[in-house]
């Protein structure tokens, strides 16, 4: 029998979010779905799948054992690594036909002399810094840059990218403007030297919703695939459906008396005759210690506080105002139950950190179950 702990993942939530995005694009402009870090916790073959069938043509990983896991389960489409690989992969990247990223000559030339002796030709997207501060060309020798990697013939220049620092927060919008604006400059200058790379690309999840100017050839959008806006200060532009909801069931339940304590460290002392639920899910799974004493899940479709630290393993919640609950009752920690929901930006929101960061925290031995579509 599986364990009751489950990450839920809801495929035509997935879906329905894509189209929401493509309604906010012009229909040349190319959705690449972003399916790193597992599809940010969701299952990056599952999800994979489904993308393509919904026509998405390329996806993004952001290493190249991500790249080879989902070319090995046989999801279609083309894949671009989006990170700094090593010398030493060049010949995976190019053995396999993936796409690359390049941001520094030294990789770049590594991976021709490697395409060629394996007479081949390697997809590539050159990236500049317009202002992330990350990896990146610089952009003052954009041209020489350019023309020297569309020179390379075990290179195939397909595309030039940047990245937005802060297109989903509230005062980044000159920023992320100037960065913009750069951009398209960029973009006359190669042009005007006589290098055409069929795809120009900028755009994340905030942007996609924010910056119509930043569409380009191509939008990258990847939180917003889940169901989450970039950030709570992105005006919610469109009816995103949560793809994931993470649950699972009381183990006990235990009736303690006024001034019993409660987990390591004994943070939570009882005031009241209590009953305390034991659920079999920690840290380890991906339910951050920070919820502590401090975040709520679902029960019977009402709350219920976690007291006492989280463990490794197990957790502890408070039912005493649900006095129906039992073993074995269905406990979503973040998603809906019924009519209740506790939204995953509450979750991050509580503990001072961001969805991205909850949804790629759920553990490899959390199951993940899927509806919606064939996985």
């Known amino acids: 029998m599986p364990r009751p702990t489950v990450a839920e993942i809801d495929l035509a939530a997935v879906v329905h979010n894509l189209r929401a995005l493509r309604a906010h694009i012009t229909p040349r402009v190319e959705v690449m779905g972003m399916v790193k870090a597992d599809a940010y916790g969701h299952g990056a073959v599952a999800v994979g799948r ?200 009381i183990a006990q339940v235990r009736d303690l008396l006024p001034g019993a304590t409660i987990s390591y460290g004994r943070t939570c002392c009882l005031a009241r005759r209590s009953r305390i639920a034991v659920l079999p899910i920690g840290y380890a799974d991906g339910y951050s210690r920070a919820n502590s004493n401090r975040s709520q899940v679902l029960v019977r479709e009402r709350r219920a506080p976690v007291v006492g630290r989280v463990c490794m393993d197990m957790m502890m919640v408070d039912v005493t105002d649900i006095p129906d609950a039992a073993p074995n009752d269905e406990v979503v920690l973040y998603g809906r139950q019924g009519v209740a929901e506790i939204p995953i930006h509450e979750v991050a929101r509580n503990i001072g950190t961001i969805s991205y960061e909850i949804m790629t925290s759920v553990g490899f031995r959390v199951p993940r179950v899927y509806r919606g579509q064939e996985a």
Request: with cysteine; net charge positive.
């Open 50 to 249: 489904a993308l393509t069938l919904e026509g998405v043509r390329r996806l993004a990983v952001a290493v190249v054992e991500e790249a080879v896991a989902l070319h090995d389960a046989g999801v279609a489409g083309r894949l671009l690594v989006l990170g700094a690989p090593s010398e030493r992969q060049a010949e995976e990247i190019a053995g396999y036909g993936f796409e690359c990223v390049l941001s520094e000559m030294a990789f770049a030339r590594a991976l021709d002399r490697v395409a060629r002796r394996m007479e081949r030709r390697v997809p590539v997207h050159v990236k500049f810094d317009t202002g992330m501060g990350r990896i990146g060309f610089r952009m003052e020798r954009a041209e020489e840059i350019v023309a020297e990697i569309a020179r390379m013939p075990g290179l195939q220049l397909e595309g030039v990218m940047t990245h937005f620092a802060v297109a989903d927060e509230l005062g980044g919008e000159a920023y992320t403007r100037a960065q913009i604006r750069a951009f398209h400059a960029l973009r006359k200058r190669i042009l005007a030297a006589r290098i055409r790379p069929p795809l120009w690309h900028c755009a994340n999840s905030g942007a996609t919703f924010l910056y119509p100017s930043a569409h380009m050839d191509c939008v990258r959008p990847g939180i917003a695939l889940y169901g989450s806006y970039p950030s709570e200060e992105v005006p919610h532009f469109a009816d995103l459906r949560p793809a994931m909801t993470l649950k699972t069931r």
